[in-house]
């Protein structure tokens, strides 16, 4: 899962996915640019419970979620019952690299650095 | 004549073998820990033997197989993840249905699926889980080498799902999964069956060139247009249209309502869509709102303008007999009320004839 052809997620490499994971950057046609004012603490916690909290653009969420290995995704259920699907495109010990499964930004790839501020 | 059956009989069957692609599933080094269960015994269920009709890299339409047929390869895949042990509880397992699918689904997007639904039965033959699902990857229009190579990836990940979905819905205690962290050792199964929706097929793409007549109160014209829209059952589905098309006036209305010329510019806003009745029928239902302007100029030669706006609905019908190619039949009525100096109430009808590819 290290190398972004290898979209296979390995047991011992899935549990790099348990800790909370703070918005860097997005990628977009190979140009990096800052997440905007808004999304400044934006995060995703991913619990080994299954559980992740997440905050986007301020908004605070919750909910279960499905790891696919062998898809490569995170398939996060929120409480109302929508489903938001990301597939992992790398992932290390530090970083985190998804793209989410929705049309409108299905090109763009969301950074995330590990937190070393949060305890997991 | 025997010769040239038998020729065609050969042709036909090397045709068929061509046709056939064999595709295995990567057993990948990932194993669900702490589980008291392991997949015993598959069953094939299906009703059709073969996983599904797919292009290749190539474009080529081929029917696609797994090598060592399905409860071989299901049975590798899903030992790899919960390995067999004797202190384990063993779970039987009846695949009902399980699909590659491809199709265009829009003008720029082809969407590659595998759906599979699943029985989790134990020992005693008691059904303790179904569960159904798609697994869906949306591609650009031009990225069939990479849908034809992917889908033995969609496979695995739509089993892995429903393995999940099992082990999530009896709650059997797992390092990923400590909800019950706690309770029994043994695998504390329960009748409760989730609903699904059953199986609807992934719609596929109609591309049609269509030649159009109208004729209304004041008017006759003609119209081509090419028409594309995804094929579903569900809500209305959305065309794709380009088209080009002229009117005539068709008597000397202009001048029977004090006008030597009118030109009208206007945009339209609405809804335009189909309703599908039965595969090969629908009807076509339209709601627009044109704003615009017109320019006249009196007999008298003075000009003025005049802002137009109205409502206009269309009904009708499009036959499609044949799904892979073959003509297009349609037939309409138009109702349209416009604030214009010359004609503000009209309607009319159209013919339209093409054909589908």
């Given amino acids: ?120 | 004549m025997k010769r040239i059956i038998k020729i065609l009989v050969l042709l036909l069957s090397c045709n068929l073998c061509f046709s056939q692609t064999i595709i295995n599933l990567e057993i990948i080094p990932f194993e669900i820990k702490n589980q008291n269960f392991y997949i015993d015994k598959i069953v094939d269920n299906r009703q059709e033997r073969y996983l599904g009709r797919a292009e290749d890299s190539s474009g080529k339409k081929v029917q696609l197989h797994f090598q060592n047929g399905i409860e071989v390869t299901i049975k590798q895949f899903m030992e790899s993840i919960l390995p067999k042990s004797s202190n384990k509880t063993p779970i039987n397992l009846r695949v009902n249905d399980l699909k590659i699918e491809q199709a265009q689904t829009s003008i720029d997007k082809r969407t590659a699926r595998v759906y599979v639904e699943l029985s989790f039965y134990s020992e005693s033959g008691d059904e303790l889980y179904k569960v159904n699902h798609y697994e869906t990857q949306n591609f650009l229009v031009s990225d069939l080498p990479e849908i034809y190579k992917t889908h033995e990836k969609r496979v695995r990940a739509a089993l892995e799902y429903c393995l999940w979905s099992f082990i999530n819905n009896q709650k059997v205690p797992t390092t990923n999964n400590p909800i019950m962290a706690g309770m029994e050792n043994e695998a504390s199964f329960s009748s409760d069956t989730p609903t699904f929706d059953s199986y609807v097929p992934l719609g596929r793409w109609y591309n049609m060139l269509t030649y159009t007549r109208m004729t209304d109160r004041y008017n006759q014209g003609w119209r081509v247009a090419y028409t594309g829209f995804s094929d579903h059952e569900k809500d209305l589905i959305v065309p794709f249209t380009l088209a080009y098309g002229q009117s005539r006036v068709k008597s000397d209305l202009v001048e029977e309502r004090g006008y030597s010329s009118v030109n009208t510019f206007a945009l339209g806003f609405g809804v335009n869509g189909y309703i599908k009745i039965i595969p090969g029928l629908y009807v076509d239902l339209g709601l627009n709102v044109p704003v615009g302007m017109e320019l006249l100029i009196d007999l008298a030669d003075k000009k003025s303008s005049n802002f137009l706006i109205g409502i206009s609905a269309n009904q009708g019908v499009k036959i499609i007999p044949w799904k892979d190619f073959g003509i297009v039949i349609g037939a309409g009525i138009f109702q349209r009320w416009q604030t214009s100096k010359t004609e503000n109430r009209n309607f009319g009808f159209e013919l339209e004839l093409g054909f589908n590819f």
Avoid: C
């Fill in chain 1, 1 to 120: 899962m290290t190398a972004r052809s290898n979209t296979n997620t390995h047991k011992g490499e899935t549990d790099l996915l348990f800790h909370t994971w703070i918005l860097d950057s997005y990628v977009m046609a190979g140009k990096k640019y800052p997440p905007g004012k808004k999304e400044q603490e934006d995060y995703i916690l991913f619990n080994e419970d299954l559980t992740y909290f997440s905050k986007s653009e301020g908004k605070e969420e919750g909910g279960t979620y499905i790891l696919n290995t062998n898809g490569a995704y995170v398939l996060m259920i929120d409480k109302k019952g929508e489903k938001i699907k990301a597939y992992i495109i790398s992932i290390s010990k530090q970083s985190l690299v998804l793209k989410y499964d929705f049309d409108e930004i299905k090109d763009i790839e969301m950074h995330y650095k590990r937190s070393i501020l949060i305890k997991d």
